[in-house]
């Protein structure tokens, strides 16, 4: 991507950091805490082996446990690391982790809700659908594009729209910082009632 001099990089709220955090130790804590105790207890408990039957597939399961909480971490790291919204004069970004897409701003006609998973948050509504490419591409052509991840699929609803969530507050998000910088390029999405305020953590 060539430099912009313009360019505003926009990153997690504190709110969303604190939430990838706090969601493994919530999923293996609730699901998994319980029986591992119990299972770590008989084993102590026990005077076999840890790697005599069926100790052993004790230790396997456990291990297995311990494995998924780490991997857990892992994918809430990249989320972290990928996630953001880029503001440039020609246009605005959106990465997170399983697709990125990019829009100029002359191809957003309004602001209205969409869904993204289990949240539905206030988004950039494109007049132009983005095809497949890379983005770098698609700035220096002016033009919308997604890139999409192998195991995002054909998600042919990602296409429409740039969904305003994870870098900006739950609520008053058009007076926040990124709520701003796009105010500054699109005013007149602003000129009608917002659109509401995106599931923010």
């Not at 609730?30 to 119990?38: N, R, T």
């Not at 840890?50 to 780490?70: K, R």
């Not at 609520?171 to 796009?182: K, Q």
């Amino acid at each position: 991507m060539y430099a912009d001099p313009s360019q505003q990089n926009f990153r997690l709220t504190p709110g969303w950091k604190l939430f990838f955090l706090l969601f493994p130790v919530c999923v293996f804590g609730i699901i998994c805490l319980l029986p591992l105790l119990i299972i770590l207890i008989t084993i102590l408990a026990s005077r076999e082996s840890i790697f005599s039957p069926p100790n052993s597939l004790v230790t396997i399961f456990l291990g297995g446990m311990i494995a998924g909480c780490l991997l857990t971490y892992m994918l809430s790291w990249f989320v972290w690391r990928s996630t953001r919204h880029v503001v440039t004069s020609d246009g605005i970004q959106f990465h997170t982790f399983g697709y990125s897409i990019y829009t100029p701003w002359s191809n957003i006609v309004c602001i209205a809700p969409r869904p993204l998973g289990a949240y539905n948050p206030p988004s950039l509504i494109l007049k132009e659908s983005a095809p497949k490419g890379r983005i770098e591409d698609g700035r220096q052509c002016g033009v919308a594009t997604i890139k999409l991840s192998r195991w995002a699929g054909e998600r042919n609803d990602l296409r429409v729209f740039v969904p305003l969530i994870y870098t900006l507050p739950r609520r008053n998000w058009e007076v926040s910082d990124l709520g701003m910088a796009i105010r500054n390029y699109v005013p007149q999405l602003f000129n009608a009632d917002p659109a509401g305020s995106p599931d923010e953590q």
